[in-house]
């Protein structure tokens, strides 16, 4: 195996390929783990990111155990193979609870390496990791009855990463927002919120009393005929190019505070206008667990 791993990057399942195009000086791959021998570099379709990932020659389950204990308290086990061998270790570290947040709640505070075996004898291990999760897989206590479906676990994903959501009565806009689980999950925030598409949202959300609805084109909203848009929110089916200019004029105008929005990929797409989306101050860019074909932009108002 590659002797001079410097970063390792998760990849979602079915999102290799986008992962593998992004990445510099791939030298391995172990499952969904892309070994490369760069310092670490920024993508957006990874799910964990191993930073300065180090190999231990093993000889036994408890000094594998040992070595990781030595390192930090808290680990999480990306096993391909050998799972017996991996569990048995998994088992002689400190428990690490991985049930899934009710929403809202704080992002995990302790920090959380991961580790996996390369071979019986080898195994690989970075304490420090992008994501707080699980190998990446942030799990919500599902509500299988309130949402009409099961869009509104993206969302609830991007507020936890952005550490902040809509508030009792603050004003959001929620464009191609049905059938609704969107404006559902504003509105049980107590915030209000007007969703636009053109196609009628389902009638237990229309019903909120919280949530209005205007059917239209999104793209017909403008920043000059709000005063103050505490939430953007944006889950249109479009081109990205299209969402770009449109959520532009909505930064240069100030109106905004927050906004998330789906960049929605057809086959085949040039994933390179992440990079403009990613350019804007603010703003952060990346391919959620919940998210299919996309990549979710998070962006906040900068203070001046
Ligand atoms: C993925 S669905 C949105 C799901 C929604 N976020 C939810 O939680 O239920 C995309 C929506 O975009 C809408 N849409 C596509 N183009 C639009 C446009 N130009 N203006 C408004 N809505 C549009 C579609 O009608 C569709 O309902």
Redesign the pocket.
Known sequence: MAPNIKSAYLSAEGYEFQLEQELQGIIGRHGQLFLTDCPLQKVFWAQNVWHNPAIHAIDSINHAARTLKGVQRNWCCYAVDLHRRSTLIQEKLRHVSGKPLSFPSDLPKASLGSWTLLDKDTMLAASDCSSPFFNGEVLFEEDKTGP??R??LKLWEGFTLMERHPQDGEYCID????????AWTVAKLGAKVLS????PLDDTVMNLSNVEFKKG???NLKPEDHDCVDWLLS????YPEKLLEWVKHWVESGVARHMIATLKFQGGADYSIANKFAAIPGSCVQHLYHNKHELTWMWKKESK
């Open positions: 009409p479906n869009a509104y464009a191609g927002g049905s059938p609704g689980g969107w636009i598409d053109r196609t084109n999104a793209f889950d249109v089916v479009c």
